[in-house]
């Protein structure tokens, strides 16, 4: 047998290449891509939702997987990975992003899931108004029972009710109230998919728009994998943009914004743990 110094000499490695390891678990090999995303994943459970995994976890959340949130130790998760239920893709877009959030604090160890494609398509009004804010409309009111239930029957008692602070007033097309209300499935806003506000309207140095949010910093998906966020089909996001208009994801993967009666996707996000 040949020593280790007299083999040819490399310079990568190659996502296939197979390494071997040894421990309290006996000599197994493991294939390079593997062995990097685990070594990562050891530095804490918070690195976990710096490295883009993208690998296909089953068609349910396991016991250990269950058993790894709940934890804490989010062993063998990261950023990408994803669930394939009922013939939908769920993805995890980040990982204890609302822990120590709300009026009544959030302590629990949790995974955010948005999937893969819209899940179907509504109106946020019925006409171009955005009166009452996000809280107000159609789609908070009537328009996501049918994500909820789709949700629901996919992951059961893992989905998770944390409080959130939503907008519930409009004055001249700009945020004014808002309040803080129990929350399970929602529409993203513009800061979680690009990180800012795009079209939200900002503060003219006389009136301040009541932009208060716990959605405060882009999901982790969106930041290590830009391109999940476009679908190729309009979206909404939750942000009141004007009088008429809130904001959308557009087709081409622009930002963009819509009005209140137009049909486009709903795509939200969710707690589970």
Sequence with gaps: MSKLIDYPAATR???????IKDGTNGTKKITAKNAAIDLAGMVSAEQHRMIWGGR??????SAEQKAAIRNRTFDNLYIGDYWVINGITWRIWDINYFNHSGDTELAKPHLVIVPDSALYSHVM???NTTEGGYVGSKMYKEGLEQAKTTIKAAFGDMLLTHR????????????SAGGWFDSQVELM???MVY???VHTPGGDGATVP???TTGRQQFAAAMLNPSIVNLRYWYWLRDVVSSAYFAVVIDYGGAGYGLA??????????LIG
Excluded: M, Q, W
């Design 210 to 212: 009541y932009n208060y």
């Design 261 to 270: 009666s137009d049909s486009s996707g709903v795509r939200p996000y969710f």
């Design 56 to 61: 296909n976890l089953g068609t349910s959340v």
């Design 13 to 19: 490695f190659d996502s296939g290449d197979i390494l």
């Design 195 to 197: 990180g800012c506000h």
């Design 125 to 127: 009004n019925d006409t």
């Design 189 to 191: 806003n513009e800061i």
């Design 164 to 175: 959130d602070y939503l907008t519930n007033a409009v004055t001249d097309g700009k945020p």
